[in-house]
């Protein structure tokens, strides 16, 4: 499931729709074929002369929206499918820009880093083999490994707070829940995700680290241990929700197979439906990984923003900076490799969080195909 | 109304005249429309000889405001099978499903009555449903092994039950009993008649199992927890017609040990392998209830008669 | 297959039983709400209780509890009850009595002085012991003892003020202090809900349906914390910002209503600072996003499940798309930072944060507007086809109306979440820390044709803009300070108009989820 087998399969799917579209030809209206055309060829100028930054993009751009609208009122049918091709293209267009631009722009960084090995001079290296992250006294160094240090350390406790709440959350939607509560339960725990992130980093700023900083004698209130908490818990909802999502995809055949035969709910719940739906519940607790070290504006505000690595490692009551938040603080300050070196945060997080998508998408996709045998 | 009752007079009189029956049934039905045949309770105060296993008193579920099941009274014989026929939607499932206390699952649904199961209300308060539903066994329509080994599915009630521990902590504690496990699978398996032709592949999946393959599987997971009532609602629905066979075969088998009540929408099955057999009609109503032979060949009811001769339903 | 013996249905009366457990899992939850009360300084642990302090108080009641606990146990092992445990308290009790009691043993020897080896030892033997004493009785006396011994343990700290108010200990080389504020209600805590499971175990007489009572006391409990920090998150926000946002409120005057915090711009000359900007900026933001990413989500959503064979473009697509949904939202800011924001004038400007949010927020749109298509029966489809009509007159007069009510909820959860999002136009559409009015974009009269390329251009939208989640974050960072008043109170009531924008778009999109579903059934 790479992303170049995926490139290799959009090229056939486009091929196939070729052929398809070329017998397609003797049916179609030759004006309505001329259309299209028209309107694809001047989306697609507008598209390339946007990459180019050009200022005529608005020309082809109005091309488009006239043979576009003029077809959509002569040829509707043949246009609609035209256009609605040319939207699904967009997320796979976005993902490819997005891998683009922010490699492109974090090559300087990973050029600056490049550290030898053996001889081999490996670009980026740098960035994980040394510790000192300091864009400007000398030397000049830009090591990501402090921030992933702050990263995997709020990640691990967010992922402690909301794997075992979400997945018992879930349950509870899911299996246990009156009717009347579970109405009740569900949009509380959605609007939970609803709640803004910059609300979530207001109040650990005014209150949460204030009260730490006073409970535990801390030089200043930033802590690992607290961002972790509050990251946990935003990414909880999205734990909750794709399990639960697992959960009631079980059989209700199976659940009650094992109720007659005199298992108790939760005998039933964790040895016929959680197995069952294992699957499902680790792709939620990964995406929930994914939403945690994804999270930026709590930990922008919360954490101290200095790049550096706790003594001793598990430190829970230092909380220093994580790729997020070094974004977030350095970006429009900092300009030429430093700018770069963000991007390159940037990477790590994209690819960490991609891979934990893929891993999720995969797993999904294994339990829906066995679930599907077993009916 | 007279014209019913002298339907059932006649029927009554000249039982084997099947031929004059069936043109009363014709006469009968299209007076159906204008004055529904009354239930008598003397149609269902059949006394079975043997034991009493499980005795229903008035039983009355709702669902929200359906009513599905009307004052319904019927004892079942011990070690006997008792088929429960009817047209879908007649009740029969959910009197199955009051014996072990399943319709607890669906929660607009609402149980009035006694179930008595050797003389003890089964909805009294304070029941221990772990306890009721390791005496009264069920077995589904569709097949519906759990995703584990074969042997897994079948040792699963026991296991919960802590009659068998396994797992590491059994291991570690030497309270592990795996030549106990194993018998107790291989006699479940033999009892269902599927001993022979899994033996060699006991930790396969259960999912990899033919249909009826799967089905004795269940039954079999029944077995193991050592039953005395088992509940099979429609059980061979789902499967063709040599798996059906050897459910059926089974069925009788099981009737020396078990109680056996089995919900099938099949009449040639119920006159096979059941010892008395109840009749269920639309509107959640028990019309009659009698040893088979004399359901299937000079029942009471018009209605039963035009049913089981395949006149409506 | 012979039978063994018939057991009853109905055990013997446990009643005295059930209720001293039942208590017992009652006043496990009062503690356990004592202790979280202390914890956030609702109670101190010094306050007088009954003419003792609070944690002497609460530490009397875990002795008992703890004893109680052990009690219940023994009761059922010597067979005073008729209860149904099972051979042994099972691997997970174990491994976690195990870990408790190590960390017990381990935190002990510290306390008293030992070293490193030592603590280890004394950690190790005792954590030994827990699980031998879990793992190898009965059930009844496997799950209560070491739950029981622990509440014991904490309680005799408490009561005899080894651990206490004023009681403080520095973390070597950790740069903090664990205070008696904090460790008197975290013991507490803990402490109860071993207590409060083990005597739930006890209530349900141990075995299967002792397990069960157990599990189901610590996901009501879990549940209940999460709906209780739910409840209380919004109440502080609403109890902190409603004086900022209510400052001036009035009726009459010269318009109808007055709602300065509302219609405003920030500065020390309006009589209430305002956060006007903002809410405008917000508002086109969300139109912007909105404009872009709802037809084009829509349309290949169509495309996908009305065109598309399923193969290998759509499983492309729906890879990327689920990629993208859990792709952070900084890497978006980034993205928008480095791909939008030369193309636009090389400045923050709206329409580049319009464009980053519109790329957040499309895959949302797809993921449920397919969700919502293909849940649209196919006999639909047949019947329309049957009927003779086009395959785009089908999906246009008969699909998409079927489709609309998941689409249209989906939308509306995907803007409110977007509308709360700031990493992405803290990169791309900046703006200032306080606005004045004059700073809100006029979109609607900024549009100006002219002769040369690009002919149509819209300084408008090629301004750095405020919007209500980067204000507050630019108020954070300048430390709640600012040409204004009185800028906490302003602060928070920025929060809670954010917090009330996002969830008047949660509660409209749950409302018309539950709207469409009712008629849907009716």
């Given at each position: 499931m790479s992303l170049t087998t995926s490139r290799t399969d959009w090229r056939a799917g486009i091929e196939r729709r070729l052929t398809r579209t070329r017998e397609f030809v003797d049916d179609a209206d030759p004006e309505a074929l001329a259309v299209v055309i028209a309107s694809m060829g001047?989306?697609?100028?507008?598209?390339?002369?946007?990459?180019?930054?050009?200022?005529?993009?608005?020309?082809?751009?109005?091309?488009?929206?006239?043979?576009?609208?003029?077809?959509?009122?002569?040829?509707?049918?043949?246009?609609?499918r035209a256009v609605t091709f040319a939207m699904t293209t967009v997320t796979l267009v976005t993902l490819g820009l997005i891998v683009v631009f922010i490699f492109a722009e974090s090559i300087p960084a990973f050029r600056y880093e490049a550290a030898s090995v053996f001889g081999v001079s490996v670009p980026g290296l740098g960035m994980f083999a040394q510790t000192r992250w300091d864009a400007v006294s000398d030397p000049v160094r830009y090591s990501l490994l402090p921030m992933i240090h702050g990263t995997v350390m709020v990640t691990a406790i967010a992922t402690l707070v909301a794997g075992p709440l979400g997945v018992a959350a879930a349950l509870f939607i899911a299996e246990i829940a009156p009717p009347r509560v579970r109405e009740l339960v569900k949009p509380g725990i959605e609007i939970l995700a609803g709640i803004p992130s910059i609300v979530y980093g207001f109040i650990g700023f005014t209150v949460i680290n204030p009260w730490a900083s006073d409970a535990f004698a801390l030089n200043g209130g930033s802590t690992y241990l607290f961002v972790g908490m509050v990251v946990g818990l935003m990414a909880l909802p999205t734990v909750v929700s794709v399990a639960e999502d697992a959960l009631t995809s079980v059989?209700?055949?199976?659940?009650?197979?094992?109720?007659?035969?005199?298992?108790?709910?939760?005998?039933?719940?964790?040895?016929?439906?959680?197995?069952?739906?294992?699957?499902?519940?680790?792709?939620?607790?990964?995406?929930?990984?994914g939403r945690a070290i994804g999270e930026t504006m709590a930990a922008t505000?919360?954490?101290?923003?200095?790049?550096?690595?706790?003594?001793?490692?598990?430190?829970v009551f230092y909380g220093y900076e994580t790729l997020t938040s070094l974004i977030a603080r350095g970006y429009g300050s900092a300009n030429g490799v430093h700018e770069s070196a963000l991007f390159a945060a940037g990477v790590v997080l994209f690819v960490t969080v991609l891979c934990l998508s893929l891993g999720s998408q995969y797993i999904e996709a294994r339990m829906r195909r066995r679930l599907g045998g077993a009916e | 109304m007279s014209q019913t009752e002298n339907a059932d007079a006649e029927d009554a009189t000249d039982a084997t005249a099947v031929t004059a029956n069936r043109t009363d049934g014709r006469r009968a039905s299209t007076t159906a429309g204008e004055t529904v045949e009354e239930t008598r309770p003397e149609w269902t105060s059949y006394e079975a000889s043997g034991e009493t296993k499980v005795a229903v008193e008035d039983l009355d579920v709702h669902y929200g405001d359906d009513h599905a099941l009307k004052g319904v009274s019927m004892d079942i014989p011990e070690e006997s099978v008792t088929a429960l026929i009817g047209p879908s939607g007649c009740g029969k499932s959910t009197y199955l499903r009051c014996l072990n206390r399943m319709n607890d699952r669906i929660r607009a649904a609402s149980v009035d009555g006694t179930v008595e199961l050797d003389g003890e209300d089964v909805y009294q308060d304070g029941v221990d449903l772990v306890e009721l539903r390791k005496r009264v066994g069920m077995v589904f329509q569709s097949p519906n092994p759990f995703p584990k080994s074969i042997r897994e599915n079948v040792s699963y009630g026991p296991r919960k039950h802590g009659d068998i521990e396994t797992g590491l902590l059994a291991r570690l504690t030497g309270r592990a009993e795996p030549e106990r496990e194993a018998r107790l699978v291989e006699r479940s398996l033999e009892r269902a008649a599927l001993w022979e032709e899994v033996n060699d592949r006991l930790d396969d999946n259960a999912l990899g199992l033919s249909g009826g393959q799967q089905q004795r599987l269940c039954i079999a997971r029944c077995l193991a927890v050592d039953p005395e009532v088992i509940l099979m609602d429609e059980p061979a629905s789902a499967l063709d017609p040599i798996a059906t066979a050897k459910i059926e075969d089974l069925i009788e088998d099981l009737a020396?040990?078990?109680?056996?009540?089995?919900?099938?929408?099949?009449?040639?099955?119920?006159?096979?392998?059941?010892?008395?057999?109840?009749?269920?009609?639309t509107g959640g109503e028990l019309v009659e209830y009698d040893d088979t032979e004399k359901i299937f060949e000079n029942p009471e009811s018009q209605r039963v008669e035009d049913y089981v001769s395949g006149k409506f339903g | 297959m012979s039978r063994a013996t018939q057991t009853a249905l109905v055990r013997d009366d446990r009643t005295t039983y059930e209720a001293a457990a039942g208590a017992a899992v009652g006043l496990s939850g009062v503690a356990f709400v004592v202790g979280l009360a202390a914890l956030v300084g609702a109670v101190e642990i010094g306050d007088p209780v009954a003419g003792v302090e609070l944690s002497v108080a609460l530490g009397a009641v875990l002795l008992a509890l703890g004893l109680a606990v052990v009690g219940f146990g023994v009761a059922s092992r010597l067979g005073f009850v008729d209860a149904a445990p099972q051979p042994s308290a099972g691997v997970v009790a174990a491994v976690a009595f195990t870990a408790i009691w190590f960390a017990a043993g381990v935190t002990a020897a510290g306390a008293a002085g030992i070293g490193t080896v030592g603590r280890l030892g004394v950690g190790t033997v005792l954590g030994g012991g827990a699980f031998a004493v879990t793992a190898l009785p009965r059930e009844d006396v496997g799950s209560t003892v070491p739950a029981g011994a622990v509440a014991v343990l904490c309680g005799l700290a408490l009561v005899t003020g080894v651990v206490g108010p004023g009681w403080e200990r520095a973390l070597a080389g950790y740069n903090a202090t664990l205070f008696g504020d904090t460790v008197v209600p975290a013991v507490v805590l803990f402490a109860s809900l071993a207590t409060g499971w083990s005597a739930a175990k006890a209530y349900g007489g141990f075995g299967a349906r002792g397990r069960n009572v157990g599990a189901y006391v610590l996901i009501y409990l879990v549940v209940g914390s999460i709906l209780a920090v739910l409840v209380g998150l919004v109440a502080f926000v609403t109890a902190k910002g409603l004086p900022g946002l209510l400052n001036g409120v009035g009726v009459g005057g010269e318009t109808l209503v007055r709602w300065p915090f509302l219609t405003n711009g920030a500065g020390l000359l309006a009589d209430v600072a305002g956060v006007f900007p903002a809410l405008v900026g917000t508002v086109w933001l969300v139109i912007g996003a909105v404009l872009f990413a709802v037809p084009t989500g829509v349309g290949a959503a169509v495309f996908l499940s009305e065109y598309a064979e399923q193969g290998r473009f759509t499983g492309a697509v729906e890879v990327a798309t689920n990629g993208l949904w859990s792709t952070p939202s900084i890497v978006f800011g980034l993205f928008g930072a480095a791909f939008l924001i030369p193309r636009f004038g090389n400045q923050k400007s709206l329409i580049a944060g319009m464009l980053t949010l519109g790329f957040m927020l499309l895959p949302l749109v797809l993921i449920t507007s397919r969700e919502a298509i293909l849940a649209v029966p196919d006999e639909y489809r047949d019947a329309s086809?049957?009927?003779?009509?086009?395959?785009?007159?089908?999906?246009?007069?008969?699909?998409?109306?079927?489709?609309?009510?998941?689409?249209?909820?989906?939308?509306i959860l995907g803007v409110g979440r977007i509308a709360g999002e700031t990493a992405p136009i803290l990169l791309t559409m900046g703006g200032g820390v306080l606005p004045a009015k004059s700073a809100a974009p006029n979109v609607l009269s900024g549009f100006r044709l002219s002769a040369s390329p690009p002919f149509v251009s819209?300084?408008?939208?090629?301004?750095?803009?405020?919007?209500?989640?980067?204000q507050l974050y630019a108020l954070i960072t300048a430390g709640l300070s600012g040409n204004i008043r009185n800028p906490q109170e302003y602060a928070w009531g920025l929060a809670l108009t954010l917090l009330l924008v996002v969830l008047a778009f949660y509660a409209v999109g749950i409302a018309t989820r539950y709207y469409f579903r009712r008629k849907l059934h009716q």
């Open positions: 001047s989306l697609l100028t507008a598209f390339v002369g946007f990459l180019l930054a050009s200022p005529w993009t608005a020309v082809p751009l109005g091309a488009f929206l006239i043979a576009t609208g003029y077809g959509w009122v002569r040829h509707q049918a043949l246009v609609a059989p209700d055949v199976m659940k009650n197979g094992s109720l007659a035969l005199g298992a108790t709910d939760w005998q039933s719940m964790t040895s016929i439906t959680l197995p069952a739906a294992f699957s499902g519940v680790s792709a939620a607790v990964l995406l929930g990984v505000v919360m954490l101290a923003g200095i790049p550096r690595i706790s003594d001793p490692l598990v430190n | 020396q040990d078990y109680t056996v009540v089995v919900v099938t929408h099949s009449m040639q099955q119920a006159a096979r392998v059941s010892d008395q057999t109840a009749v269920f009609l | 086809a049957a009927l003779g009509v086009s395959k785009w007159q089908t999906i246009r007069s008969v699909v998409l109306p079927a489709a609309i009510p998941g689409v249209t909820t989906g939308v819209n300084p408008a939208l090629l301004e750095a803009t405020s919007a209500l989640p980067y």
